[in-house]
């Protein structure tokens, strides 16, 4: 696990060597639940064990740099009811934890939902959990308000 002292950066996935890639599929298997185990979604990847485990700890999505992270979720919805709900399960199907939720009241038919949880056991990606809370009805943005 990287200490104090370890610096990330921004690389393109085009620059990356494909060992890279392939733990990041890897992990994306494990998941999504296509593979049940590590030895299966290595198979499938056509990736060694020896370096998934090299690198599994070192190779991160852009937006879970470190488990246990907070990400703070700005949501701009229309004034329907059970939205706020139906944000919530996509949330909680995904194993986050939410740590809190704020609701402005709607004006001229819409309102901001802040949404901050704690991505420690989360299942899947940032990005899946935008694009699932994106696909609800009467959702109209929903992006990264801060990560910590």
């Known amino acids: 696990m990287p200490d104090d002292s370890t610096e990330y950066y921004l690389v393109d996935k085009k620059v990356l060597p494909e060992v890279f890639i392939k733990v990041m599929e890897v992990k994306q298997r494990l998941n999504t639940g296509d593979s049940v185990s590590v030895n299966e979604a290595v198979r499938k990847t056509g990736l060694s064990r020896s370096a998934y485990y090299k690198y599994k700890d070192s190779v991160l999505p852009f937006f879970e740099a470190t488990?246990?992270?907070?990400v703070t979720l700005l949501?701009?919805?229309?004034?329907?009811?059970?939205i706020l709900s139906s944000i919530l399960n996509v949330i909680a199907e995904s194993r986050s934890s939410i740590l809190t939720i704020n609701q402005n009241i709607p004006i001229n038919g819409l309102a901001d939902i802040s949404i901050s949880i704690e991505t420690a056991s989360m299942f899947g990606s940032m990005d899946d959990i935008m694009s699932d809370i994106t696909k609800i009805a009467g959702v109209r943005s929903?992006?990264?308000l801060s990560r910590e």
């Open 67 to 70: 488990n246990g992270k907070k």
């Open 75 to 82: 949501i701009t919805v229309e004034n329907f009811q059970g």
């Open 142 to 144: 929903c992006k990264i």
